[in-house]
């Protein structure tokens, strides 16, 4: 299991959103690449407003980015 019980599926949005970096999303968020990184290794729970804006970068629901694994 993953170091918090908060898991994602940004990589595949980001590869579903035509290949979109780690740096674009960074970029798009308001965050640096490296939280980015942490987010998808699961190392790094998420604020509920970088929560909100990620999903709003894939233009989906947080509900679809973000699962609660506890």
Do not use: K
Not at 5 to 33: K, W, Y
Not at 38 to 50: D, T
């Amino acid at each position: 299991m993953s170091g918090t019980p908060v898991g994602n599926d940004i990589r595949r949005l980001r590869l579903e959103h035509g290949a979109m970096t780690q740096q674009a999303l960074a970029d798009a968020c308001g965050v640096t690449r490296q939280t980015i990184i942490a987010l998808e290794a699961g190392r790094y729970a998420p604020s509920l407003e970088l929560a909100f804006r990620i999903a709003r970068a894939f233009g989906v629901g947080v509900e679809d980015v973000f699962r609660w694994q506890g």
